[in-house]
């Protein structure tokens, strides 16, 4: 981060004469040290140096500059049913430098985002998830999957990434379709077809269904593990 935000605290020592801080050999931790040293206002830097030699303005410090190094209480537990790759966000802003609070912001900031954006979607726009997945699973490049990944979260956006779609002769709508002899499934047509089998004992049709399983299984997992398939 590269600018230091300004803290407006305005907490007086108890101690010496005329409100100065008491004298004695207090430790200030490294990181307090660091943050107080890269406030660019000098008269706020002054302030916070003269709080950080008075115990109490030191622990009043501790509570508003985070240890970057101390370990966090934030796990993926909360987001990830939102967030699939919660656990590499908070990875990442705490390697970026932010404190525990301004993560949990950030990600209760992105769950509030995507429920906004679902909320904007059709039935049939959230129903196409599986094959904007395996649409985007196709592409080989790296960065063009991260766009079309981006498009999909949000609801204008999604509504081209399905129009691109149908341009690239994917298909934009779940259902059952036919790709080269090779039968494809939403999940509800998934599971029609799967209990219509098991109460005829079509064999061959269930074989078919764990094919498609294992086939889309790095795609969406949901297929295998419905089939209760071995790991």
Same mark, same amino acid.
């Given at each position: 981060m590269n600018k230091r935000p300004k803290l407006n605290i305005q907490i007086f020592a108890e101690g010496g004469a005329g409100?100065?801080?008491t004298p004695g050999a207090i430790e200030v931790p490294e990181y307090i040290s660091t943050y107080v040293s890269g406030i660019e206002d000098e008269g706020q830097r002054g302030y916070l140096e003269t709080m950080s030699?008075?115990?109490?303005?030191? @622990?009043?410090? /501790?509570s508003f500059i985070k240890d970057p190094n101390a370990d966090w209480n934030l796990t993926d537990e909360t987001y990830k049913e939102t967030i699939p790759n919660a656990s590499d966000l908070i990875k990442q802003v705490k390697d970026s430098g932010y404190n525990e609070q301004a993560a949990k912001i950030m990600l209760d900031q992105r769950v509030e985002y995507l429920k906004t954006q679902k909320s904007l979607m059709s039935k049939e726009e959230l129903a196409a998830e599986p094959n904007i997945k395996n649409f985007i699973?196709?592409?080989?490049?790296?960065?063009?999957?991260?766009?079309?990944?981006?498009?999909?979260? @949000?609801?204008?956006?999604?509504?081209?990434?399905?129009?691109?779609? /149908?341009?690239k002769g994917g298909e934009p709508t779940?259902?059952?379709?036919?790709?080269?002899?090779?039968?494809n499934y939403?999940?509800?047509?998934?599971?029609?077809?799967? @209990?219509?089998?098991?109460?005829?004992?079509?064999?061959?049709?269930?074989?078919?269904?764990?094919?498609?399983?294992? /086939?889309? /299984?790095?795609?969406?997992?949901?297929?295998?593990d419905f089939m209760l398939l071995d790991k």
């Open positions: 409100g100065e801080p030699k008075d115990e109490q303005g030191l @622990n009043t410090l /501790k699973a196709t592409e080989k490049n790296v960065e063009t999957q991260q766009v079309y990944a981006s498009l999909s979260e @949000n609801a204008a956006g999604r509504r081209i990434l399905l129009e691109l779609m /149908k341009l779940p259902g059952l379709t036919s790709n080269g002899g090779v039968t939403d999940q509800k047509t998934f599971i029609e077809t799967f @209990n219509k089998a098991t109460r005829e004992n079509d064999r061959s049709k269930l074989l078919e269904l764990e094919n498609f399983a294992r /086939k889309v /299984k790095n795609q969406d997992a949901f297929y295998y």
